[in-house]
């Protein structure tokens, strides 16, 4: 099993900036096979959806909504990886939930999540 752990969400103005970390814990096998961490978001009233993603290997990709705002970044010593939130808008309001994810053996852990809203 691996436990995620999020933190850094908050309110916000309207371009402001914003880092959410996720720091993941548990089995050493379990952690050694997960292939992907990424963020979610699930607003108010919609269904979550994948914003970033990066593998082990360090590529990254992101949703249209986010692209050039959001960046993900992991730190492998410290099993953590971070979102890098800028030019804040009030549309990026909701829940942000960590992920980790093996596609060889069908594992996915999910964090608690945490709350970010931005105000106009």
């Known amino acids: 099993q691996v436990r995620l752990v999020e933190s850094g969400g908050g309110l916000v103005r309207a371009g402001g900036s914003l880092r959410l970390s996720c720091v993941a814990s548990?089995?050493?096998?379990?952690?050694?096979?997960?292939?992907?961490m990424a963020w979610h978001r699930q607003a108010p009233g919609k269904e979550r959806e994948l914003i970033a993603t990066?593998?082990?290997?360090?590529?990254?990709s992101y949703a249209d909504s986010v692209k050039a705002r959001f960046a993900i970044s992991r730190d492998n010593a410290e099993g953590t990886i971070y979102l890098q939130m800028n030019n804040l808008k009030p549309e990026d309001t909701g829940d942000y939930y960590c992920?980790?994810?093996?596609?060889?053996?069908?594992?996915?852990?999910w964090g608690q999540g945490t709350q970010v809203t931005v105000s106009s």
């Open positions: 992920f980790a994810g093996s596609e060889a053996f069908g594992a996915h852990y």
């Open positions: 548990g089995s050493r096998v379990a952690f050694e096979r997960i292939d992907r």
């Open positions: 990066i593998t082990t290997a360090g590529a990254t």
